[in-house]
């Protein structure tokens, strides 16, 4: 199997210079330019339609700039972004890893949501449950399908790969860590980070993008589908007694188990080398730069305005979509 391996690159200079590799300073300036339009232009397209809006966001945000770079940088597209046929035998591993993490992520976030709204905080509704079959499937198209696909283009098929000469797991661990700042939230920064490692993993283990756009899918599909339920339920976490939310127990564990059960089914039939073997470091050298810098500080103010409004410190309007 063909494995893109770019030349270790030097960081000074203009990442545009021609006949320069893809390479970590690069990847943050389209990181940073990405989650700076996504900023300030993606919310309000949603804000004037979701659905729409998130197609416009996704394809004119996310997808186009990955391509962009893959164009101005003159990828082997295959081999960088491991645009390979995703295997059959890797299905059932990725489908159990799917449903697993959802599972775990699942208690994990709402115990943590209940727990600070019974201490007065009240989350953001930044995307409203669908309440007809109808807007369900809009949802499940647009978070499922586009964002899937979108959102792994760029992060596991362009960023990640572009911090693979500074080892694997420093390229997984600093996508992940972009991909889940990106997303804007300090509630599901751990979960969005879980996320994103496993996708890493998958798209390196089974050697082709769309093991990770499945997963991606998979996940998505199982949060529109949450939503649509609770709604349809009118479940809230707050609702949620302490005593009932301790008999959900046995979920986390079969969640946990599945994950273990999944991660060792992907590796089973993977002819990946094992990844630990493969790091350098923890972080890539050099990933602390100016871009991300202004991405954290980017992060930290939404975070900050979460929590702020959550708790009531500040009177804002809190029905803009992101």
């Not at 101005?72 to 295959?78: E, K, L, N, P, Y």
């Not at 959900?248 to 039939?269: E, M, S």
């Amino acid at each position: 199997m063909s494995e893109w391996k770019p030349e270790v690159d030097g960081l000074s200079g203009s990442p545009l210079q021609p006949g320069r590799k893809p390479d970590l300073k690069s990847a943050l300036l389209l990181y940073l330019f990405v989650f700076a339009a996504l900023l300030f232009f993606g919310s309000y397209l949603q804000a004037l339609h979701f659905e729409y809006g998130m197609i416009a966001t996704q394809i004119l945000i996310i997808l186009l700039p990955a391509i962009w770079y893959w164009r101005r940088f003159a990828v082997d597209q295959v081999k960088f972004a491991r645009l390979n046929p995703l295997s059959l035998k890797f299905i059932p591993a990725i489908v159990i890893l799917a449903a697993s993490l959802w599972l775990v992520n699942a208690f994990i976030a709402t115990g943590l949501v209940g727990g600070l709204m019974e201490l007065g905080f009240q989350p953001l509704v930044l995307i409203e449950s669908p309440t007809t079959w109808q807007q369900y499937l809009g949802y499940v198209v647009v978070l499922s399908i586009f964002a899937g696909i979108c959102e792994e283009v760029l992060f596991r098929g362009t960023i990640m790969p572009a911090l693979e000469q500074r080892g694997l797991v420093p390229a997984i661990i600093f996508s992940s860590l972009l991909f889940a700042l990106l997303h804007g939230s300090l509630l599901s920064l751990l979960s969005t980070f879980s996320l994103g490692v496993i996708m890493a993993v998958i798209v390196i283990k089974t050697g082709s993008l769309w093991g990770g756009i499945l997963y991606h899918m998979l996940n998505n599909f199982y949060a529109a589908s949450y939503l649509f339920w609770a709604d349809t339920m009118d479940f809230e976490p707050a609702s949620l007694e302490l005593q009932t939310y301790l008999a959900l127990v046995p979920f986390l564990v079969v969640g946990l188990v599945g994950v273990v059960i999944g991660l060792r089914l992907l590796h089973k039939n993977s002819d990946q080398a094992p990844l630990l073997s493969s790091r350098r470091a923890w972080l890539p050298t050099g990933w602390l730069s100016w871009p991300l810098y202004l991405s954290l500080l980017l992060f930290v103010i939404i975070a900050a305005m979460e929590i702020a409004i959550g708790f009531s410190w500040i009177d804002l309007p809190v029905n803009v979509m992101d």
